[in-house]
C-alpha cells in the first residue's frame, strides 16, 4: 500500500501557515487526519497536527516528523475541516482554531486519570445463565441487574445492587461478564442525584407531530437536510422535540451533541436526557468550562474513545470528539452566551450549523425567541421554520403587565424604586398560596455607582473609563471589568465630603429590599458573586425545585431555559438601562430577556403573572414582549437593521486596538482604515477610528473601527493580512471580530 510521504501540519505557536514535513518509513501508515506530531522546529522540537497529504512538499528539502503523539489522532476529521472553517471565516490562524478545538488539558496532558473496572454483560448469555446460576441467588439478582442497566462501573454496580465484589468476580469467572479497567471521570462512581430524570414518554400533541415529521422528512435529505429552526413559545415542549430525534438517531447507531447556552442549566438539561436513557446500554458525558482540568480531559478522553455517544454541555461542547454524528441540538439558539469572547471569536450556533453540514448530521435550533439572523434564514429557506404555537397540557401564556415607573411615589430616603406597590402585593400574595416567584435585575452588586452629591465626583476605577460598583457584603468597591477592587471610601476623594450617595440597584440592594418588605421570606439570590462555589447553581435551582425556596431572584441566569411549574409570580426590575446601550442589538436582547423571563410563569396548573418595572413603558420591545410578539418584533426590527444596514442584511466585523498609549492606539487604527480604503475605494465604506463605549480597560486605551460590508464581499483575507500578521508596536493588541455580539 502506498502511504502518503509528506505532511502539512499546523504548528500549536499559532502560526497562521502550514508547514511540510517528511514522513520516515517507521511512521508511514501511522498519520492520519488530526494527529498530534512531534515536529523539528529550529533547534528544538514542538507539536502540530497534521492537516493535509501533499503529493510533494512546496519547498525542496523538508525535515521529517520525529514522532507521532498517540495511536488515534486527537482530532477526528470531521473536526480538522471545521478548523479550517474557523479559521477562514472568523480570520484567525488555524493553530489558534485547532488549539480552540482540543482543549488545553488534553494538549497537556494526553492520557492521565484514574482507572476504573468497567463491568458489562457478555451478549449471548441469557439463555446459559439461568443453569449458571441456579441456587445463585445474589449472582442471579447481580446477573439481572446487569443486564437491566447494560453495564457499569464496578463501585456504581456494588453500591446499586447491593451484591460484593466477589459476586462481581464469580460473574466474570462464570464467563457471564467481562472486565475491563478504563479511565474513570472524576465523581461519575458517585450515583447521580438533584434533578429527577424519567423514563416516560408523554403524548405529542399534534404541533409536536406536526415538527417530528418535518424534522424526519429534513434529516431524509441529502447531506441532514436544512437545519430546524424549532420556534416555539415557552413551554411548548421543545425539549420533548429534541428527546425524540435523540432516541431516533441513538437506535440508528449514530451520537448526539445537545448545547446549552449556561452552565447553570446543565444539571437540568442532563437530568431530563439521563432519565431518558434509563435502561439503554448508552452513557452520556458533560463538557464544560466550570470542570476542573482532571475531569475536562478524562470527559474528553471518555468520549473520543467511544464511551459516550451522548455529549451535553455548553458552546465547547460543540467540539466534542464524536465521531458518526446523527444530531445536534442548540437550545436557547439566540443566546448571547454562544459567542465566544475571545479569540478565535466564533459563534457556536453557526459552527454548529457548518458542521453539520460538514458531517452530515441534522441540527435543530430552538427558541422561543429565535434571533434575528436565524429568522432571517428561515425567511429565505436556508432554514426550516417549524413553530410551536401552544403550551403542553392547554397551559396559558402569563399575562404581562407594565408598570410605568413615573407614577410611583418616590422612597422617601431618595434612592431608586426597587419594587411596585403591585408587584409587592403580587409577591406577597402568591408566598401566602404556597406558590413560587422569580424576580430579575440583570446587574450585580449592591449599587451601581458611588457619587458624591456636593462635587458630583464619581468613585471610577483607576484602570478603566468605569464607575465601580458598590459590593455591600464585603464592603468594597469592584471594577466589573477588570475585577480590581478596594475598600469603599467613608469620604470623597476629591473634596473630603463625608456624605456619598450610592446610586442604582443590584441584584445586593434588591435582595435587602424584598426581604425587608416580606420577613421571613426563603429567598436565593443567583449571581456570579454568590454562585462562584462548585455545585451552587445545582444546590440552589434543586431547593427552589423542591419548594424550599419561595423567591428566586437574579441576574439573567435565571431568565432561561429553566423549568418550574410552581413559578406563578415573575418580577422584572431595572430593565432600562439595557435598552439605552449603544448597540445596535439592544433592543432585540431586552426583548428576548422580557419574553423569556416572563415564560418562566404558569408552566403549571395555576396562571401566571408578570410585573415589568419601567420608565419607557412604551418601547416597542416592551410592548411586544408584553404581548409574545415575536413575529411583531422581528418585522419592525428588520425594518430599522435593512433601513440602517445592519446584519443580517450586510456583515458586521468589529476591528478594536488596544494599548497603553492612546496616540500610538489611535496612530495604529488610522493606519489600517488607510490600507483598507486604498484597497476597497468604494466597494467597502470604512469609517474612521473612534474610542469604544468603555474608552479605557485594565489601563489600555481602546479604538473600535465599526465595518458594515455587503455579503459576498471578500474582505477577510484582507483583515488577515493587514490587521493580525504585522508585528504592531510591544504592548499593542489587535483583534478582528466577525458578526460581533457586543460592541462595547
Not at 449472582?139 to 441487574?145: I, R, T, V
Not at 402569563?398 to 407614577?407: A, F, N
Request: aromatic share 6%; net charge positive.
Amino acid at each position: 500500500m502506498n502511504y502518503p510521504e509528506f505532511v502539512k501540519v499546523a504548528p500549536e505557536l499559532g502560526l497562521d501557515r502550514l508547514f511540510d514535513y517528511g514522513i520516515p518509513q517507521r511512521l508511514r501508515g501511522r498519520i492520519q487526519l488530526g494527529q498530534r506530531l512531534r515536529v523539528p522546529w529550529g533547534k528544538r522540537s514542538i507539536m502540530a497536527y497534521a492537516v493535509e497529504f501533499p503529493l510533494r512538499p512546496e519547498v525542496e528539502q523538508v525535515k521529517d516528523v520525529e514522532e507521532v503523539a498517540g495511536e488515534k489522532p486527537l482530532i477526528p476529521s470531521g473536526l480538522c475541516q471545521l478548523a479550517r472553517w474557523m479559521a477562514d471565516y472568523y480570520a484567525c490562524d488555524l493553530g489558534a482554531a485547532l488549539r480552540t478545538i482540543l482543549p488545553g488539558p488534553v494538549r497537556s496532558h494526553e492520557g492521565g486519570g484514574k482507572m476504573a473496572w468497567w463491568i458489562s454483560p457478555v451478549p449471548g448469555r441469557e439463555e446459559m445463565a439461568k443453569e449458571i446460576l441456579r441456587g445463585a441467588k445474589a449472582q442471579e439478582k447481580a446477573w439481572l441487574h446487569l443486564l437491566g442497566c447494560g453495564g457499569g462501573w464496578q463501585t456504581v454496580l456494588v453500591k446499586e445492587s447491593g451484591a460484593g465484589t466477589a459476586v462481581w468476580r464469580a460473574l466474570v469467572d462464570r464467563g457471564l461478564a467481562e472486565r475491563s479497567e478504563k479511565r474513570l471521570v472524576r465523581g461519575e462512581e458517585a450515583a447521580e442525584g438533584g434533578w429527577p430524570g424519567s423514563e416516560t414518554r408523554p403524548e405529542l400533541g399534534k404541533e409536536q407531530t406536526e415538527a417530528m415529521l418535518a424534522w424526519e422528512e429534513e434529516r431524509q435529505r441529502e447531506g441532514g437536510g436544512r437545519p430546524i429552526l424549532l420556534e416555539g413559545v415557552t413551554g411548548s415542549g421543545k425539549t420533548e422535540i429534541y428527546l425524540r430525534a435523540m432516541e431516533q438517531v441513538l437506535g440508528e447507531g449514530k451520537n448526539v451533541i445537545i448545547l446549552v447556552p449556561e452552565i447553570s442549566l446543565t444539571p437540568q438539561t442532563v437530568a431530563r436526557f439521563r432519565g431518558r436513557l434509563v435502561g439503554r446500554k448508552i452513557r452520556l458525558s458533560v463538557l464544560h468550562s466550570g470542570q476542573t482540568v482532571a475531569e475536562r480531559r478524562e470527559s474528553w478522553h471518555e468520549i473520543r474513545e467511544g464511551r459516550a455517544r451522548v455529549v451535553i454541555g455548553a458552546r465547547s461542547a460543540l467540539f466534542a470528539p464524536l465521531e458518526n454524528l446523527g444530531l445536534i441540538v442548540v437550545d436557547e439558539e439566540h443566546d448571547g452566551g454562544y459567542k465566544q469572547a475571545e479569540a478565535p471569536r466564533y459563534q457556536a450556533r453557526d459552527l454548529a450549523v457548518v458542521r453539520g453540514r460538514t458531517e452530515g448530521a441534522p441540527v435543530i435550533l430552538g427558541s422561543a425567541t429565535p434571533c434575528l439572523e436565524s429568522g432571517w434564514n428561515a425567511d429565505r429557506d436556508k432554514y426550516r421554520r417549524v413553530r410551536l404555537t401552544q403550551r403542553v397540557d392547554g397551559a396559558k401564556l402569563p399575562k404581562v403587565h407594565i408598570v410605568d415607573l413615573r407614577k410611583e411615589d418616590k422612597p422617601s430616603g431618595g434612592g431608586p424604586i426597587l419594587l411596585s406597590e403591585e408587584l409587592v402585593t403580587a409577591l406577597k400574595s402568591r408566598r401566602e398560596k404556597g406558590e413560587q416567584s422569580l424576580v430579575l435585575l440583570n446587574r450585580r452588586g449592591y449599587a451601581p455607582s458611588v457619587q458624591c452629591p456636593h462635587c458630583g465626583k464619581v468613585e471610577e476605577c483607576d484602570r478603566c473609563a468605569v464607575p465601580m460598583t458598590y459590593h455591600r457584603i464585603d464592603g468594597k468597591l469592584r471594577c466589573h471589568f477588570c475585577d480590581a477592587d478596594r475598600a469603599s471610601p467613608v469620604r470623597c476623594r476629591e473634596c473630603g465630603s463625608p456624605v456619598l450617595k450610592y446610586t442604582g440597584a443590584g441584584t445586593e440592594r434588591l435582595e435587602e429590599g424584598v426581604t425587608e418588605i416580606m420577613p421571613g421570606v426563603r429567598l436565593t439570590r443567583m449571581d456570579s458573586d454568590s454562585m462562584k462555589a462548585r455545585g451552587a447553581h445545582a444546590k440552589a435551582l434543586t431547593e427552589f425545585r423542591e419548594g424550599r425556596t419561595d423567591i428566586l431572584l437574579g441576574t439573567q441566569m435565571i431568565a432561561k431555559g429553566l423549568h418550574f411549574p410552581n413559578v406563578t409570580c415573575v418580577g422584572v426590575v431595572g430593565i432600562d438601562g439595557a435598552l439605552n446601550l449603544p448597540d445596535f442589538r439592544a433592543s432585540e436582547r431586552v426583548f428576548q430577556l422580557l419574553v423569556q423571563v416572563a415564560g418562566r410563569a404558569g408552566r403549571g396548573e395555576v396562571a401566571g403573572e408578570v410585573f415589568v418595572q419601567t420608565y419607557t413603558p412604551f418601547h416597542p420591545a416592551i410592548q411586544f414582549a408584553r404581548h409574545h410578539d415575536v413575529d411583531g418584533f422581528r418585522e419592525q426590527e428588520l425594518e430599522y437593521r435593512k433601513a440602517h444596514g445592519y446584519p443580517p442584511f450586510r456583515r458586521a466585523i468589529l476591528l478594536s486596538f488596544s494599548g497603553s498609549s492612546e496616540a500610538q492606539t489611535l496612530a495604529s487604527a488610522e493606519h489600517v482604515v488607510k490600507k483598507l480604503r486604498l484597497a476597497w475605494g468604494d466597494k467597502v465604506e470604512v469609517p474612521d477610528p473612534c474610542p469604544a463605549p468603555i474608552a479605557r480597560v485594565e489601563g489600555r486605551f481602546r479604538f473600535h473601527v465599526f465595518l458594515l460590508v455587503d455579503r459576498g464581499v471578500p474582505i477577510l483575507g484582507d483583515l488577515k493580512r493587514e490587521v493580525l500578521a504585522p508585528k504592531w508596536p510591544s504592548g499593542l493588541k489587535v483583534s478582528v471580530d466577525v458578526d460581533p455580539q457586543d460592541l462595547l
